[in-house]
Each structure stands twice: as C-alpha cells, then as structure tokens.
C-alpha cells in the first residue's frame, strides 16, 4: 500500500469517527436540554452550551475531511513542502492533504 492510499483510508476512518462522535454529540444536546439551564455555566457566560460548540466544531471537522477526501480522489495534484515557491497559486490550498494528515497525526 503506498503512502497516499493509506493517508486516504486514514481520512476516510477518521471521517467516520468524526460522525460518530457528532452523533452521540446531538444525542447530548438533545439530553442536556431537559437540564436546568443554570448546569451549564459554559451556557450561561457565553450563550451556548459547550456541547454545541463541539457539535459545531466536529462538523467543521467532518466538512475538512470531505473536502480532503474529495480533492484527492479527483486526483487534485498535492505539492511537496520544497515545491511550495515554484508551485501556482492555486495548487497551494489553505487545507493540504499533508497539512491534514499532520495535524491528524500530530
């Protein structure tokens, strides 16, 4: 298997768990909001619950691993850290694959 096949079974795992999580995410939001208000200080000083925001921030998440996925698959041409200055503009995204896979393994 080479490196890009595994880097896109990994996006692909981690995307699944991603939307894992955002459900039992939702399933909590739902469960919290039969709590009393005054349970979620979070809520209280910032106007919503902590548990939206992670429902927030895992679909962000699961939007970069589609645009990953999908830029990939169609075979967008990936620029290597030395080629960065020479590359066009518009092969140098602000979400990399590698920039991705880094920050996935970091």
């Given at each position: 298997?080479?490196?890009?096949?595994?880097?896109?079974?990994?996006?692909?795992?981690?995307r699944?768990?991603?939307?894992?999580?955002?459900?039992?995410?939702?399933?909590?939001?739902?469960?919290?909001?039969?709590?009393?208000?005054?349970?979620?200080?979070?809520?209280?000083?910032?106007?919503?619950?902590?548990l939206?925001?992670?429902?927030?921030?895992?679909?962000?998440?699961?939007?970069?691993?589609?645009?990953?996925?999908?830029?990939?698959?169609?075979?967008?041409?990936?620029?290597?850290?030395?080629?960065?200055?020479?590359?066009?503009?518009?092969?140098?995204g602000?979400?990399?694959?590698?920039?991705l896979?880094?920050?996935?393994?970091?």
């Amino acid at each position: 298997m080479n490196d890009r096949t595994r880097i896109i079974e990994e996006a692909h795992a981690a995307r699944e768990q991603a939307r894992r999580l955002l459900r039992v995410l939702l399933e909590s939001v739902e469960a919290a909001k039969n709590a009393p208000h005054d349970a979620d200080l979070y809520r209280r000083v910032s106007g919503a619950s902590s548990l939206e925001n992670a429902a927030a921030a895992t679909r962000r998440t699961i939007d970069a691993y589609d645009r990953l996925l999908r830029d990939v698959e169609t075979e967008v041409e990936v620029v290597s850290a030395g080629d960065i200055e020479h590359a066009p503009r518009i092969m140098v995204g602000p979400m990399t694959l590698a920039a991705l896979y880094a920050a996935r393994t970091a």
